[in-house]
C-alpha cells in the first residue's frame, strides 16, 4: 500500500523558512517521482515542485526559493522553503507523480498518489 505522510507545516511570518518532510512507503523511488502540490482556498491545487532520479523541476512562482530533495536511503523527500510570501500560505500536499517534468516550459506533474497535506500559514 502507497503511503505519503508528510510533516512540518506551521505558521511563520513573511521572509521566513519551513521545511516539509514526506516520508514514503509502499513503493520505491524508481517505481515513481516525488513531487508537491498546494492548495489555496477557492483555487486549484497547482504543482510546486518534483524530482525525478535527480533532476529538479519548480513552478514559476517559487523558483529560486525553494527547494526540493530526497534521500533515497529513508524514502523521504522535502521541501525546503525560504523567503516566504503570504501567497505561499496553502495545504502543501506530497505526491507520487508519474509524470514529473517541463512542458512547453511550464512545470507538469501528474499525480497518482496523495499524502493527507500539511497547513503552511505565512503571515504579513
Known amino acids: 500500500e502507497v503511503q505519503l505522510v508528510e510533516s512540518g507545516g506551521g505558521l511563520v511570518q513573511a521572509g521566513g523558512s519551513l521545511r516539509l518532510s514526506c516520508a514514503a512507503s509502499?513503493?520505491?523511488?524508481?517505481?515513481?517521482?516525488l513531487g508537491w502540490f498546494r492548495q489555496s482556498p477557492g483555487k486549484e491545487r497547482e504543482g510546486v515542485s518534483c524530482?525525478?532520479?535527480?533532476?529538479?523541476y519548480y513552478a514559476d512562482s517559487v523558483k529560486g526559493r525553494f527547494t526540493i530533495s530526497s534521500d533515497n536511503a529513508k524514502n523521504t523527500v522535502y521541501l525546503q522553503m525560504n523567503s516566504l510570501k503570504p501567497e505561499d500560505t496553502a495545504v502543501y500536499y506530497c505526491?507520487?507523480?508519474?509524470?514529473?517534468?517541463?512542458?512547453?516550459?511550464?512545470?507538469?506533474?501528474?499525480?497518482?498518489?496523495w499524502g493527507q497535506g500539511t497547513q503552511v500559514t505565512v503571515s504579513s
Open positions: 505526491a507520487a507523480v508519474s509524470v514529473c517534468g517541463l512542458r512547453v516550459g511550464v512545470l507538469t506533474l501528474e499525480s497518482d498518489y
Open positions: 509502499g513503493f520505491t523511488f524508481d517505481d515513481y517521482h
Open positions: 524530482i525525478s532520479n535527480g533532476p529538479t
